[in-house]
């Protein structure tokens, strides 16, 4: 069998570890756009620029782990048509034939064309060359500007404040986090960083970026309002990366269509990760859920089915968590069901803004199908448990938020029924490859529902 892989990031590393679990002796190539001969973890590259992440923190895997798992490793090559007849892809450096293909392209930043995006120091924030670049450029004082307020942008601007610059966001849409929190998730969150120094325009556009020498110097808003710019990052969002397909008969959607074993309509031929419209848990529908756990977990289930093993996938959850200034944020599934389109859903709210604590959780058909958490996370992992198991939650809507004894005796009895007894693989991904019983430990959980939080009273916020 002759495995051939598009892409290198979370989804490509692993299914080379689901395929080398299966068959240790067919051939396995990866080709990839990326320059690095090493496997980086994006997610940490505003940790990185900001000074908190090493460059050998941000390998994602050890330096020879293509070596190890007897993987040719192409770098630097751009795939430009798949021949799906001939069964070969086509590239700027030629053919390469493949018995079984998984594409993991990812996604890409869809920039909009701004007068002046070419000069230096401009970026996209998406690969660790940028990276290094824009930690090299930052001092203290650096004045920054981020266009593009999404998750992307507003990790890029957290991570610029904190190595040391002045930064600025620039967002066309009304509020910030558009598709990352509601209405009041994104006012508490842009309270929070311009609370902390960071000055956010919403509502307007850059018409021109400036320099002198090629060496950007400033910016123009829509408004004709100038901004002193010695770092611009682009980050107006991400669209799955379908370069590859081109000319392709390939079914693709917002993404490229996969059956839930992630075969397209081509048996021999597999999509996973950011690039991959599959099920969602929470809205019963397909889309793509781009995010690294996902992307990692997708492709680890592909290479298991590449290799044979056809195990159903149950379906994605969208997923973010980021924190500002202390404040940690996390939204899941459809946390915002009235611009999903979705009427019939049942909202329960707890905020206290003088603490920068907002949740939210959404139930329909006494089920939950998502929530947001900000400042307080408490029972956040156990929330997303239940949207991707999609429990029944009925008897116990009205105590989740309050933290009533009814939601504690709930959880206790699932976790231990889920839990006794079980032997755990941990994946690769954790401290710990190695199998060991996990056990209800009765005290352990008598503790943790003694735990009292000082600043709140019972049920405060709650509505």
């Known amino acids: 069998m002759n495995y051939v892989i598009i892409g290198s990031s979370a989804a490509a590393i692993g ?71 001939a069964g070969q892809l086509i590239t700027d450096k030629g053919f390469l034939a493949y018995d079984r293909l998984l594409i993991t392209t990812g996604s890409k930043i869809t920039n909009p064309a701004i007068k002046g995006e070419d000069l230096q120091g401009v970026y996209s924030f998406q690969t660790y060359a940028q990276a290094r670049s824009i930690r090299q450029k930052l001092k203290e004082g650096t004045k920054a500007v981020v266009i593009g307020a999404g998750l992307i942008g507003l990790r890029a601007a957290y991570g610029l404040e904190e190595g040391g610059a002045q930064v600025t966001i620039i967002e066309l849409l009304p509020r910030i986090l558009n598709r990352v929190l509601d209405v009041n998730g994104s006012a508490m969150i842009k309270k929070v960083l311009q609370e902390g120094g960071i000055k956010v325009y919403t509502g307007c556009s850059v018409a021109e970026m400036t320099g002198e020498n090629g060496v950007l110097t400033g910016i123009i808003l829509d408004n004709g309002e100038k901004l002193e710019a010695e770092i611009a990052i682009i980050a107006t969002g991400v669209t799955p990366d379908l370069d590859a397909l081109k000319n392709s008969d390939i079914k693709i959607n917002n993404g490229i269509v996969v059956n839930k074993h992630f075969q397209t309509n081509y048996a021999d031929i597999f999509a996973a990760g950011d690039v991959a419209e599959t099920y969602d848990i929470s809205r019963n529908r397909s889309m793509v859920n781009a995010n690294w756990p996902n992307a990692y977990e997708q492709g680890h289930l592909a290479g298991l089915n590449l290799a044979g093993r056809m195990i159903p996938y149950e379906g994605s959850l969208g997923m973010n968590s980021v924190s500002f200034f202390g404040v940690p944020v996390v939204s899941l599934g459809l946390f915002d069901p009235h611009s999903d389109g979705v009427d019939d859903a049942e909202i329960k709210e707890r905020l206290i803004p003088q603490h920068n604590i907002y949740q939210k959780i959404v139930f329909r058909d006494n089920k939950l199908k998502g929530a947001i958490f900000i400042g307080d996370l408490a029972y956040c992992g156990a929330i997303k448990d239940l949207i991707k198991s999609q429990t029944l939650v009925g008897i116990i809507k009205d105590s989740i938020l309050e933290e009533k004894y009814q939601f504690s005796a709930f959880l206790r009895k699932k976790r231990y029924k889920d839990l006794e007894g079980r032997f755990i693989d941990w994946p690769q991904t954790h401290s710990s490859g190695q199998r060991y019983e996990k056990s209800f430990n009765e005290e352990s959980w008598t503790e943790r529902e003694r735990d009292k939080r000082n600043w709140q009273k019972n049920g405060e916020g709650v509505k």
Do not use: C, W
């Not at 923190?57 to 770098?75: A, G, S």
């Open 15 to 85: 299914a080379i570890e689901a395929i080398r679990s299966l068959d240790q002796k067919s051939a396995i190539t990866v080709v990839s756009r990326e320059q690095e001969e090493y496997i980086y973890s994006r997610p940490l590259i505003a940790h990185y620029i900001a000074r908190r992440t090493s460059d050998d923190e941000m390998l994602y895997r050890p330096p020879d782990f293509f070596v190890q798992n007897n993987v040719e490793y192409k770098p630097g090559v751009t795939v430009t048509g798949i021949d799906t007849v």
